[in-house]
């Protein structure tokens, strides 16, 4: 069964690093998301990305953020300058929207460590 | 805004018997859905339920939903110690696909 992946599953870096957590959506797919879950609380929306463009950012996802989709097959968060706030785990999603359906399959998560 | 919160917050069971789920959300939604979460890992896909459904199956999953009261529930039959995991509900709206999730329900199921 086709499944979202991402690398690297833990990436620890020093405050104020750039980090760039990768993931592989489910080949045809064509909306792609990124969560976030901080230790202990719920998982929280960042961003959304349909034909090569963001669709709907929450207020977490501010200028130090970005995503891209580099080619046919990777969609990628980077973090410019990473906070000690920044630990937590990333969580990829893609979606068909077949049928109108908003079903999001998720990765396994990144977890970031921001010393 | 939306906000989806789960009751329990953590539930114990034996093996065989059903784990019942609740979820609440405050604002009108396009459908709602359910994830399981294993200790530190990903959010599996269970269950999604539209707005105009009322009630669907999937397995040993029932999924309930009731508008009016702006709530719905997940019932896991026979449940098995392979079970044990946290349980999310998540929303989303009309003009928006962003999932908005619940607390979560952590389900302990003892052999």
Not at chain 1, 15 to 31: A, K
Not at chain 1, 51 to 65: A, G, H, L, R
Not at chain 1, 78 to 91: G, H, P, Q, V
Request: hydrophobic letters at 30%.
């Amino acid at each position: 069964e086709p499944e979202v992946t991402q690398t690297p599953s833990h990436q620890v870096t020093q405050m104020g690093q750039e980090v760039i957590l990768r993931c592989v959506p489910i080949s045809n797919h064509l909306y792609f998301y990124w969560y976030r879950q901080i230790l202990g609380q719920k998982v929280e929306f960042l961003v959304s990305f349909y034909n090569n463009e963001i669709s709907e950012k929450s207020e977490i996802f501010d200028d130090q953020f970005s995503v891209e989709r580099p080619d046919g097959s990777n969609f990628t968060l980077k973090i410019r300058s990473t906070k000690l706030e920044d630990s937590a785990m990333y969580f990829c999603a893609s979606s068909d929207r077949a049928g109108g359906l908003n079903e999001q399959f998720f990765g396994p998560g990144t977890r970031l460590t921001v010393l | 805004s939306q906000q989806g919160e789960e009751d329990p917050q953590a539930l114990s069971i034996q093996e065989g018997e059903n784990a019942t789920m609740n979820c609440s959300y405050k604002t009108s939604i396009n459908n709602l859905q359910w994830y399981r979460q294993n200790s530190g890992r990903g959010l599996v896909h269970l269950i999604l339920i539209r707005s105009n459904e009322r009630e669907k199956h999937s397995g040993r999953l029932r999924v309930t939903l009731d508008t009016s009261k702006k709530s719905s529930s997940l019932l896991i039959t026979a449940s098995r110690a392979a079970d044990t995991a946290s349980y999310f509900c998540a929303t989303d709206g009309y003009n928006t696909d962003k999932l908005i999730f619940g607390t979560g329900t952590r389900l302990q199921v003892f052999p």
